[in-house]
Nanobody, 114 residues
Framework: QVQFVESGGGLVQPGGSLRLSCAAS????????MGWYRQVPGKQRELVAL???????NYGDSVKGRFIISTGNVRNTVYLQMNSLQPEDTAVYYC????????WGQGTQVTVSS
């Protein structure tokens, strides 16, 4: 079982920035990729960004050019730098780890509003 520590969500004005952090631990298998998905009520969970063990990245179309995913010096830690935030980015953001079985964090709320 994988445990997550997520942080960095909150309220920000349109055009602002936030940085999400996620640390995963407890996996008995190597983690092949980590990243973030987001979900709003009534909609499917959607990809925000993933980073693989080899450093390759994958972004959802709606965040390309605005969000940047990176890994930390501590193993199995990822960061999501979110810039130029818009109201449509408002969602619960879930950390994900693939072993390759997928595990999910508890989620952190991001609200973009004036």
């Amino acid at each position: 079982q994988v445990q997550f520590v997520e942080s960095g969500g909150g309220l920000v004005q349109p055009g602002g920035s936030l940085r999400l952090s996620c640390a995963a631990s407890g996996s008995t298998f190597p983690i092949y990729n980590m990243g973030w998905y987001r979900q709003v009520p009534g909609k499917q969970r959607e990809l925000v960004a993933l980073i693989a063990a080899d450093g390759s990245t994958n972004y959802g179309d709606s965040v390309k050019g605005r969000f940047i995913i990176s890994t930390g010096n501590v193993r199995n830690t990822v960061y999501l730098q979110m810039n130029s935030l818009q109201p449509e980015d408002t969602a619960v953001y879930y950390c994900y780890a693939g072993t390759p079985k997928g595990y999910w964090g508890q989620g952190t709320q991001v609200t973009v509003s004036s």
